[in-house]
Structures are given as C-alpha cells and as structure tokens.
C-alpha cells in the first residue's frame, strides 16, 4: 500500500510540475505541494500547509538568495544542478509531446548567475520608504531587493539610486502606494543602464525632470526615460553584435543574457546555412538582423515602428552588410503571404509567447526551403513547428537556451527544412 492509501494526508512526491512544484499522484488527480522535490514525502494538514516528513531529496540544496520562497522572481533555487537541467530539458520536451512529436535535444546551454542584463522592476512609496523589486509569490506585495543572483551586479549595485528615483516621482504627484515598473536595461559598453519608468499618473513637470536628471547622472545612468519623456541622456545605450552596434529606443526587448543571446545567433546563424536571401520575422531592434545580413539580403518585418528605426540607423554605420529591408507590420494579423515570401530561401522567426501560428501557415503554403524557429514557450514552438512538419518540413535538433534561471521559462531553437 502506498502512503497515500494509509494515510491521505500524506504525499508522495513523484516528479515536477510545470512551475516546479513537486507533484504527487492521488485518486482525485495529482497534488501539488511548492518547494517539494521527487522522492520527499509531505503531510498535509487541515489547513492545506504542507510539512515534510522524512530526510530531504539528495537533490535539494541550500537556496543562494534570502529572499527565496517570498519573492516570486524564481521558483527553483532549491533544485541541484543535474535535476534543474533534467527539468528544463522535460518543459521542452513536453511541449512537443503534446503534439505527438518525438525530439532529439542538444545539450541545454544555462547562463551563468549574475548574467541577465535587463530587469522589469516594481516600485511602491509608503509613508516610510520605497519598495523595489519583484512581486512575492502569488501576489501583488513588492519583495524589496537586497540582493538578486540572477540580476547582473551593475543593476543590484543601482538599487538604491533608483530608490531615489522613484521617490522623486512620487514626489511629483504620483500617489503613494501606487506601484510603478522600471525596466533597468545594462545597454551600454561602460555597464551603464537604460531606465524606462512607466505607470506613473503623468510625465514630469520641468522642475521635476531637472531633479531627475540630476539624480540619472549621479549614479551614473546611460539614460531614464519616464512616461515616454527622456529626462537624462548621458551617452547612447548599446546592443553590440558581430555585425555592429544598436542604440534600441528606450523599454525596448533584447536577450535577457548577453551571452544567451550569442549562442542564439550562432545556432540561427548555422541553421540558416548558405541562404542568401533571408527574413528575419519578428525581428525587434535587429540583434539577429545585423549578423543575418553578412550572409545575405534581409527582410527584417516588426510591428514596433521605434525598433525597426533602430534597425536602419544601426545598418547604416556597420560594415560589410548586405542590403536589409524593414517592414512595419503586426504579422499575428497580417503575415506574410506566399507571394510575399517568393525569393526567400529561409525565415528566421522569433515571436512573442503566443508563437507564430498564422505566419507558419502562410510559409507551410509557400516555398520557403529553411525555417530557423526560436521561441520562449515550448508548447506554441511546438504547434508551430506541427504545423511546418505536416507541410512537409523535417526537424532538427531542439537547442534548449536557459537565460532565465531558477524559473519555469526556457528558450528553444530548432531548424526545420523542407523535404526535396
């Protein structure tokens, strides 16, 4: 008989969930129970809290944050190294599962800690102080940052000034207790960083955006920008890639891990092969674009008008670039056709979480010999690549990329190529 039968309070934990709880097998479904690993057995009592009982999994180790099981930033720090990479590799692998696709997986590539160069940040004012940081599990309360191993030093070393950013907004009127996001981006070669404010009741007046500047300057920011208006910009922030640098418009997306984001380019790279006629789909400030056009022409098609401006100025002060045409356009509603797509030997396609449905239907209908997909999310990746694979396509290996550590979010990238 198992635990369970003699005693229904009791858990065994079998395996992990999707968000890294521990999951236990019952009659009414599985039960889960968070920070419990495989192998652990739990007591569940009236009030639905869960004790351990027994020794502890050998795979459970010390936590490297305080701030561990309050903050909601991660959800696995506990988690020895070789079950965190079994259970990255199984998000992965579930995905495709789910729609009947068996993979073969690449070694996972995990950024080192103290590596993610961009943060979105919550700040709330009291009466008292402001708090900073990430919301606590399962709420809207502000866990206020004293340290973060997954944040790059230069952003956690900026914590206090931004302190006193904040405070000078609310200072301006904003109401205390309301919260408000920093987007903190390292985009700079000197390590200064990009601060994007928004959520406050409106821009700042004049004599508060002085105060700001002066503020920005002292510690040293590249630029801050609240409710759309740059208050301080000390030098341009700066994407370097092979192929040049990027100034991206101020809250812009990038790779969380500059490291990440190289591995990334040298798997799309080597996946598009010697194509010379390329798109980048989904392609934001052109992290990928710029390195693409070395090989060939690129069509590079974004819906973020201020990204793809960044895109052609970047383009016009490198080097050795073959020529790069931009497109405004919301390719979830508007992909673009077969016709659209004649000429093209491959499509590099990175799409936000939701995948890229409607656009992978267009290529599966078109002629489009190499698609390179990269996707956040495991399980529209996967339904995006049934959808090439039906059309005729092959799959390569799945490269899982953890550039968001401790949490339930992975990168995958797969090459697929159509059968001749």
């Known amino acids: 008989m198992t635990d369970f039968e003699t005693d229904p309070s009791h858990l065994i934990i079998t395996r992990l969930g999707r968000d890294g709880d521990g999951a236990a097998d019952t ?54 190294a070789d079950l965190y990479r079994s259970w990255k590799n199984d998000l992965i692998r579930s995905g495709f599962q789910m729609q009947g696709i068996d993979i073969e ?21 009291t009466a008292n102080r402001v708090l900073l940081g990430y919301h606590a599990r399962r709420s809207h309360t502000v866990i206020d940052l004293g340290e973060c191993p997954v944040l790059a030093d230069r952003i956690t070393t900026a914590l ?15 109401k205390q207790g309301k919260a408000v996001e920093l987007r903190v981006e390292v985009a700079d070669l000197s ?12 821009p700042p007046t004049m004599q508060s955006a002085a105060q700001l500047a ?14 759309g208006l740059t208050v301080c910009s000390e030098r341009a922030p700066q994407l370097v890639t092979e192929a ?27 996946g598009v092969g010697k194509a010379k006629r390329l798109a980048d789909l989904y392609c934001g400030s052109g992290t990928f674009t710029l390195p693409l056009a070395r090989r060939g022409r690129v069509l590079a098609v974004d819906s973020d008008k201020a990204a793809l401006a960044a895109l052609t100025v970047a383009s016009r002060f490198a080097a050795g670039l073959k020529p790069i045409q931009t497109v405004l356009r919301d390719l979830a509603t508007e992909p673009l056709s077969p016709l659209e797509l004649a000429g093209v030997d491959a499509v590099v396609i990175d799409p936000p979480r939701a995948g890229a449905k409607a656009q992978c239907e267009m290529i599966a209908r078109s002629k489009i010999h190499t698609v390179v997909a990269v996707s956040c999310n495991p399980a529209t990746l996967a339904r995006d690549c049934r959808i090439l694979i039906d059309a005729g396509f092959s799959m390569g290996p799945v490269h899982g990329v953890d550039q968001f550590l401790w949490s339930p979010h992975v990168e995958a990238i797969v090459t697929l190529v159509r059968k001749r």
């Open 27 to 80: 009659p009414t479904g599985p039960a889960f129970v968070p920070d419990a690993l495989p192998g652990e057995t739990y007591a569940v009592g009236g009030d639905g809290v869960a004790q351990r009982l027994g020794a502890a999994s050998p795979d459970r180790i010390e936590p490297p944050c305080r701030h561990f099981g309050s903050c909601g930033g991660c959800a696995v720090q506990h988690m020895g």
């Open 105 to 125: 997986q690449a070694p996972l590539f995990v950024a080192d800690a103290h590596s993610r160069r961009r943060a979105a940040l919550s700040a709330v004012v």
């Open 160 to 174: 206090p000034a931004l302190r006193e950013i904040t405070r000078q907004i609310v200072g301006a009127g904003l």
């Open 191 to 202: 390590g200064g960083l990009d601060v994007t404010v928004s959520g406050s009741d409106a």
């Open 214 to 227: 002066i503020l920005a300057r002292r510690a040293g920011l590249a630029r801050l920008t609240v409710e």
């Open 244 to 270: 040049g640098c990027i100034v991206p418009p101020p809250g812009a997306f990038f790779q969380a891990v500059e490291a990440a984001e190289r591995h990334m380019a040298g798997l799309i790279i080597a």
